[in-house]
């Protein structure tokens, strides 16, 4: 069966400091990513996405991801943090096997940047 | 990027009461609108799949006499949370699809249940 799986439940940073999130799934077959991100007290977010192509991927406010097919992995990066990136993220593939816009969330990681 | 709105944000009622919420599309048409309940500090589970003029699709484990989903335009879904009890309290979140079989989805903002 498919299933996504963020390692961190927790990351506190200072800000300035580089940033990366691990997501890895489990599915044989045609796959599409999604990172989104949850602000305080605001509605989910498309951070950034991967159809095909270019394995890396660049987003809004400076995130990246990186998909390594042979790793499973669709990892979330940022070279830079700011106070402002504290939020919580998910990441979130489409697996083919389901309903096209069907997606499924990880566990979430919540980032938390000290000023 | 599309506008997906909820309604209410917030609703507290009594154990036994039904509570609707609404889900619109603002500035697109869905054919598919998504369900999600979020614990805290828990990810989102997919409770169902709405589709306009016909019935929703429930995840298993969800149970549709308690959880009734309407879909009755291109623009709105109404969940209804039937005999609501305390262990229905939770964060309600709705989505719709964009363009496209892979297309982004938006989300609305959440309606907060609190049944006492």
């Known amino acids: 069966a498919q299933s996504v799986s963020q390692h961190n439940h927790h990351v506190i940073l200072s800000e300035a400091a580089s940033l990366e999130l691990g997501c890895n799934y489990s599915y044989g077959g045609t796959v599409n990513l999604f990172w989104y991100v949850q602000y305080p007290g605001q509605h989910l977010q498309l951070l950034l996405k991967?159809?095909?192509?270019?394995?890396l991927v660049k987003g809004i406010k400076g995130f990246e991801a990186e998909f390594i097919k042979s790793k499973f992995s669709f990892n979330l990066r940022k070279p830079s943090v700011q106070w402002s990136d504290t939020a919580e993220y998910f990441c979130a593939p489409n697996f083919h096997s389901g309903s096209a816009r069907q997606l499924t969330f990880g566990s979430g990681t919540q980032l938390t940047v000290l000023p | 990027g599309a506008v997906v709105s909820q309604h209410p944000s917030r609703v507290i009622c009594k154990s036994g009461t039904s509570v609707k919420i609404e889900c619109r599309s603002l500035?697109?048409?869905?054919?598919?609108m998504f369900w999600y309940r979020q614990f805290p500090k828990q990810s989102l589970m997919l409770m169902a799949t709405s589709n306009e003029g016909s019935k929703a699709t429930y995840e298993q484990g969800v149970e549709k006499d308690k959880f009734l989903i309407n879909h009755a335009s291109l623009t709105l879904s109404t969940l209804t949370v039937t005999s609501a009890h305390p262990e229905d309290s939770s964060f309600y979140i709705c989505?719709?699809?964009?363009?496209?079989?892979?297309?982004?989805?938006?989300f609305g903002e959440g309606s907060r249940l609190t049944v006492l």
């Open positions: 989505s719709a699809g964009g363009t496209g079989n892979t297309g982004e989805l938006f």
């Open positions: 991967y159809f095909s192509g270019d394995p």
């Open positions: 500035d697109f048409q869905a054919t598919t």
